[in-house]
């Protein structure tokens, strides 16, 4: 896969450039004593971002549609054979994620499927590293990684009772009924879920690959469906071309893909056209075939003809390990290779470009503005000190009178900024209150009482109801509070441009609307799950208890990010005022001492003129290096690869401290 892999490379590339003009132009603001807190910490959460670089390609299907094929002919060709266990029939049992964490070696970490008897999701279970089994993995040897590998795919034989304690059988339903042998056995994953740490060239670049089983798993284990499918950045919907679409496909395709919003990082891949080629019929015949079924597929899941791409995932694997050109051109795999690279590294680029140009324009214009009060303070208090050139002590004592006076006169404006600031806390806390954990906690505790305590059916849908009802008010409760904070903030600083003619950009837009967006899709999703079943069994009622247990770790997540965010944005909202107001407060203070310095003859004027004159010079020499640092890391960011060569601009900061800052203005 030679594609993306440049593709990637040229990604990594692209974000260590723009991260590295991120961090210049962090030095840069530091080393010249403008990084304020809170712009400090915005940069590091933007560097943060551009640190974290996971890609993850989901492939999702009813079994045996070739998933695990697909993704050993796109990306394990090179190994010359198989690596991932594909074959007739059930293959892959337990979700199963490919990556690669250079801190630990190559593994495959498993957890077991009787972890699904107790409380908490795989995600609860990903930070005790007690409970995954860990098996070694040779990557010298391709036997041997073709053996591990196999664990994905290990069943165990269990009581129908136990695997009713995992949730995994429900008597009542017919379908299920027949999985049961003469012995009231039945056959199960041995893994609830598997993580291969492996360090393919790819998965080193950053890259996840999640192979999925089929429906049963997928119905069973809400956390593909709320969490890991939404959460990735393109997902590869297979179909077999010998079955077309069946009720099956359909379900899948509602249960998961169907519930993660916008489709627009999901392609349809209609596998196995190798079905179709017959060798009584003409090329033109067969690719009429080909259309068709891509026709239908399209119309069948309201999915552009463009997104659809019919292949053969076999014959594309044995065309690359045979090195056979005709054949590979005729399993069609390149085209679906080129469009997973359009779809997977361009949207992570775009999204990361975006939150990070937003960030440097926000400081470089907040700094800008403090570097420009500054500069307008010098301007007057040199056009004030050449002013009084040749004049006598008289005028330098009204002068001095009047610098005191609009000194004391400031102060006002400092008192506005702490009267500011008590109501943003006020309003703030309210902000917060709905978002805490403790919040939700007393909804989730008492939806599971009620869940608990319900005998019928309709009682019970209603509690799950109530409870998604409950935690979207909170939000929106805490979004109508981010409003107010937004129409204070926006009032102070029209006080500030009235008195005193400053323009400030207005806050960051803010809002809560995308948690609310999850939460909406996580009751999407438990409807279309529970939605059209209209009496529960016992069993039934136990699936959707562990379905509600995923529903409040999201909702946990949610509301933390939510928290955390809003507290994020709340803090950055006067700390460009405060700047403005300290920045404008000393250099009042200080030209009322220097006034006074001249009038005692302790210092010449033509010598506060000079230091004035060097001090100016020094704020402009500033503002042009904020121009060059913002436009480095600016056109770093819309550089599309890293590919282009950099500019020729000269980075390095200066060695020794500017001499504005021993002048003290
Ligand atoms: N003819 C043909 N068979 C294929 C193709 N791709 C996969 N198969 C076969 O289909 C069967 C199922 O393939 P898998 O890769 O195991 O399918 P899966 O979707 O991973 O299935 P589960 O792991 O059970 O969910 C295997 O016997 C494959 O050899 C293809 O392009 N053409
Ligand atoms: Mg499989």
Same mark, same amino acid.
């Given at each position: 896969m030679a594609q993306l892999a440049s593709s990637f490379q040229e990604y990594s590339a692209w974000r260590d450039a723009l991260a ?30 551009l640190g974290e670089d996971k890609l993850v390609i989901a492939f999702v299907a009813?079994?045996?549609?070739g998933k695990s094929e697909l993704i050993n002919a796109i990306f394990f060709a090179d190994y010359g054979r198989r690596i991932l266990p594909s ?9 199963t994620e490919l990556m690669y964490d250079e801190?630990?070696?190559p ?30 993995v040779?990557t010298d040897s391709p036997d041997?990684m073709l053996?591990?590998f ?46 291969i740490n492996f360090p393919h060239p790819l998965l080193k670049q950053g890259l996840v690959i999640l192979d ?20 990735s950045h393109a997902v590869l919907f297979v ?25 627009s990082n999901h392609i349809a891949v209609l596998n196995k056209i190798d ?15 080909v ?15 463009s997104r659809v791409f019919p292949v053969s995932a076999q014959k594309g694997l044995v065309a690359k390990v045979t090195d056979d050109q005709r054949l590979l051109r005729l399993s069609r795999l390149p085209s679906l290779e080129s469009a997973l690279v359009d779809l997977l590294v361009p949207a992570k680029q775009r999204i990361v470009r ?117 935690? !979207? $008010? ?5 979004? #109508?509070?981010?409003? +107010?904070? =937004?129409?204070?903030?926006?009032? %102070? @600083?029209? /006080? ?102 001249? !009038? $005692? ?5 033509? #010598?506060?003129?000079? +230091?004035? =004159?060097?001090?100016?010079?020094? %704020? @402009?020499? /500033? ?13 770093s960011?819309?550089r599309e690869g890293a590919s282009s060569p950099r ?19």
């Open positions: 590295n003009s991120v961090v210049q132009l962090r030095r840069w603001l530091e080393h010249t004593q403008l990084l304020e807190g809170d712009a400090a910490r915005r940069l590091d959460v933007a560097l943060d971002r009813e079994f045996s549609r074959s007739a029939g059930r293959t892959t049992m337990c979700p801190s630990l070696p593994c495959i970490r498993a957890l077991p499927i009787e972890t699904r008897a107790r409380f908490g999701t795989t995600a609860d279970f990903k930070k005790a590293t007690a409970e995954w089994r860990v098996f070694p040779d041997g053996q591990a196999k664990l994905v795919a290990e069943t165990v034989r269990v009581s129908a009772d136990e695997a009713r304690m995992y949730g995994l059988y429900d008597p009542e339903d017919k379908d299920q009924a027949v999985a049961v042998d003469k012995q009231g056995m039945i056959e199960i994953s041995r893994w609830r879920h598997a993580v999925t089983p089929g429906l049963n798993a997928i119905g069973t284990e809400p956390e593909l469906t709320l969490s890991l499918v939404p959460s179909l077999a071309a010998d079955t077309g679409v069946t009720k099956s496909d359909l379900d899948v395709w509602r249960h998961i893909v169907g519930d993660s919003g916008g489709a079905g179709l080629w017959d060798a009584l019929k003409s090329e033109a015949e067969i690719e009429a075939e259309n068709k079924q891509v026709r239908s597929v399209s119309g069948t899941l309201g999915l552009d003809p975006e939150q990070t140009v937003a960030v440097i324009e926000r400081i470089s214009s907040e700094v800008r503005q403090a570097l420009a009060t500054r500069e307008r303070g010098l301007i007057e208090q040199l056009y004030e000190l050449r002013a009084l050139q040749g004049k006598n002590q008289s005028s330098v004592e009204r002068m001095l009178i009047r610098a005191q006076t609009e000194q004391r006169d400031f102060e006002e404006n400092v008192r506005k900024i702490v009267a500011a600031r008590v109501v943003l806390a006020r309003l703030a806390n309210e902000a917060y209150a709905p978002l805490r954990l403790d919040s939700l906690r007393a909804r989730v505790l008492e939806a599971r009482e009620r869940m608990r305590k319900v005998r019928l059916t309709p009682q019970f849908f209603a509690a799950v109801k109530d409870y998604f009802a409950q935690v !979207r $008010d909170l939000v929106r409760h805490s979004n #109508a509070k981010l409003l +107010e904070i =937004e129409q204070m903030v926006l009032g %102070v @600083q029209r /006080r500030f441009a009235e008195d005193l003619g400053w323009s400030l950009s207005p806050p960051m837009p803010f809002a809560l609307d995308t948690y609310l967006a999850e939460l909406e899709r996580a009751e999407a999703a438990y409807k279309n799950h529970f939605g059209a079943l209209a009496v529960l069994t016992r069993d039934k009622w136990a699936l959707i208890e562990r379905f509600f247990d995923t529903v409040v770790s999201k909702s946990r997540e949610v509301f933390a990010a939510a928290e955390r965010d809003t507290e994020a944005w709340v803090r950055s909202l006067l700390p460009p005022i405060e700047v403005q107001v300290r920045e404008q407060r000393a250099q009042l203070k200080k030209r009322a001492e220097s006034v006074a310095r001249i !009038r $005692d003859a302790q210092e010449s004027l033509d #010598a506060r003129i000079g +230091e004035l =004159e060097e001090a100016l010079e020094d %704020v @402009q020499q /500033r503002l042009d290096e904020l121009k060059k640092f913002a436009g480095l890391a600016r056109g960011a819309t500019p020729a601009v000269e980075t390095d900061l200066p060695a020794d401290l500017p001499a504005y800052l021993r002048v003290e203005i």
